[in-house]
């Protein structure tokens, strides 16, 4: 199976600061990589899928890029609410599977 | 709008069964796969299994083949999870997702609430 390996493993930033988190791939995913947010007590939600394409209702501060190994989900100007854990997913290869998340903190 | 709810998670002992249930609504349900995937407690995402719109096609992962059963009624709307031979790793709590896609190999635009599974003597 994929393994994603997600960096690094906490991110701690103030309001306004840009945030880059990174997911690599054991193997080639194309470019079939998503990113959700998951935050405290809630289910995890769809930002991007297929390395760049924003989900429906997604703000445009949150941006993907990347290709076959090494990706990267970048917030451009953090808000309070962005304080959560964030979880790379490939749909490349049976079985689908998440990176082991990424903590991005608010100071 | 889409709207996913879990049912059925609870204490089971080790060995025993549980059925999970997910009442979908919002979309048309059986034009759509569907998937399971579990967080246990403080831990990351494990998809655990998937089925297609039509629901003769699905698929597993390694650590529930053989003891898990995902299947679907069209006519209801609804996605069950019958968990037999349960074991204390699989405690945790378990979402709906719903694919993206109408591949069953896909990514998932909506998840339900979750259902925690708590397996323990």
């Known amino acids: 199976e994929i393994v994603l390996t997600q960096s690094p493993a906490t991110l701690s930033l103030s309001p306004g600061e840009r945030a880059t988190l990174s997911c690599r791939a054991s193997q080639s995913v194309s470019s079939y990589l998503a990113w959700y947010q998951q935050q405290p007590g809630q289910a995890p939600r769809l930002l991007i899928y297929?390395?760049?394409n924003r989900a429906t209702g997604i703000p445009a501060r949150f941006s993907g890029s990347g290709s076959r190994t090494d990706f990267t989900l970048t917030i451009s100007s953090l808000e309070p609410e962005d304080s959560a854990v964030y979880y790379c997913?490939?749909?490349?290869?049976?079985?689908?599977?998440f990176g082991g998340g990424t903590k991005v903190e608010i100071k | 709008e889409v709207q996913l709810l879990e049912s059925g998670g609870g204490l089971i002992q080790p060995g025993g069964s549980m059925r999970l249930s997910c009442a979908a609504s919002?979309?048309?349900?059986?034009?759509?796969?569907m998937s399971w995937v579990r967080q246990a407690p403080g831990k990351g995402l494990e998809w655990v299994s998937g089925?297609?719109?039509?629901?003769?096609?699905?698929y597993y992962a390694d650590s529930v083949k053989g003891r898990f059963t995902n299947s679907r009624d069209n006519s209801k709307n609804t996605l069950y999870l019958q968990m037999n031979s349960l074991r204390a790793e699989d405690t945790a709590v378990y979402y709906c997702a719903k694919g993206r896609i109408t591949m069953t190999l896909g990514d998932f635009d909506y998840w339900g609430q979750g259902t925690l599974v708590t397996v323990s003597s």
């Open positions: 997913q490939q749909r490349s290869n049976w079985p689908p599977t």
């Open positions: 089925i297609n719109g039509s629901g003769d096609k699905t």
């Open positions: 919002g979309f048309t349900f059986s034009s759509q796969a």
């Open positions: 297929d390395t760049s």
